[in-house]
């Protein structure tokens, strides 16, 4: 389970990167491609080690007001990244 | 080099969106395999090589290979993997991995291990490299080294992964199952916990180059496979998601139904063999089809434009029974060399669909499996060798 105070990091078998060819964000690991779709995207992004789950939803609600409570959707995009080992999850 | 690995990767793609519906544009090649060379320290009899090497004289240079590169990434493609032979015999491999990693290329070192230092890992992860996989024979150095026909191969590649891992790489190893070595799957996953590997190809052998000379001798029974399976998933049971992810790979002629070869035909894949040679599958060669070469053309060009990368993109050219069939969609009719190499058609239905005429071809060889009638046939390397002294490289042919 994650809290508003979880510290999710990058596993360091993966690398978030933007592709042009795509239009999406990207994580690239061994042989291997997954495409984000544009909210998991603007969440990688953010996710560095040292923002915390409730951090990360405040930058965003900050660059989206019009989006509404977007708490529900970061937690669960981290923790279904958490399950599929692409975040590291630290307290 | 062994052919999985290209052929497994469309299964580690993973969408958190819907693909856009398909339009008439192709897509861009995003995996690009460049076969550095041919030439190789080993003489693995599941080598998927071809079993003419060519002249290494007629290598790419850097320069070249830099510009395909370049060309390549323009286009959208994101993954490439450095192999061959093997690709460390190459003196600007440092180079090439520099210039692919500035152009934003995920890349993939793809080796045997001989030939890798300590300081050459270190160097590597200098010039950008992503990950290193590191394919083994066996889970000792006895099984090992005689299947790779080289002495104090298995100690050094058990180093070197090590050295990997401590040096902070991604690592994958692989190993090409066979009949040779199926009894070691539990000291094989042994083995892999200790290296502290990341993923684990268990891969049965496929057979194309000198894995298809030698397949009576690699084919495992189907009963040998059921067992090596369950003794995988009995593992993976066992670890609770720590450890390495093991990946077993079962050989399609075992299948009712082809694997969708490459993702389709010049959808995805784009390999470029050392001379230059550009083919939408890493064994195309074979068919009677001209390829172009990327000395003559741009990426771009032979991708979007040439005849051969077009020739079975699409449906058009299937003959029955995968033209009215509701699965082609899925299988795309199964693998060109496949069909090629045992009907002598290349575009015949896989045989290794039961709906193709030539199914009992696949029954056939299963059978002809259980009691190989001609010797094993180690690998040919070049006997002149432009990179290396190494005297194990001037044995033309070892029969055991
Ligand atoms: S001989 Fe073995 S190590 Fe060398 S290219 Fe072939 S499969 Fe790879
Ligand atoms: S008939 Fe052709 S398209 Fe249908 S399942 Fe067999 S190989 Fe695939």
Redesign the pocket.
Known sequence: MITSTTTPSLNAMFRLQWEKAQNCFVLLFPEGMVKLNGSAGEIMQLIDGEKTVQQITETLQNKFPEGGDLSNDVNEFITTAIEKKWLYNDH | MTIKQTKKLANKQENTQKEATPTTTVGPPLWLLAELTYDCPLHCPYCSNPTELGDTEKELTTQEWCQVFTQAREMGAVQLGFSGGEPLLRKDLEVLVKHARELGFYTNLITSGIGLTEKRIAKLKVAGLDHIQISFQGADPEVNDAIAGRGNAYQQKFNMAKSVKAQGYPMVLNFVISKQNIAQIPEIMRLSCELEADYVELATAQYYGWAYTNRDHLLPSKEQLVESERLVNEFRDQQQGKGPHFIFVTPDYFET??KACMNGWGTTFLTVTPDGSALPCHSAKMLPLTFPNVKDKSVSDIWQQDFSFDYFRGDDW?PQ??KG????E?????CRCQAYMMTGDMHK??P?????EDHHLIQQAIESATNPSKAIEKRINHTANKHGKDSSLNITRVKV
């Open positions: 139904r082809p299937m029974p995968c069939c509701d699965e082609k899925k299988d795309f009719g199964g239905t896989d290794v669909c039961s709906k193709s």
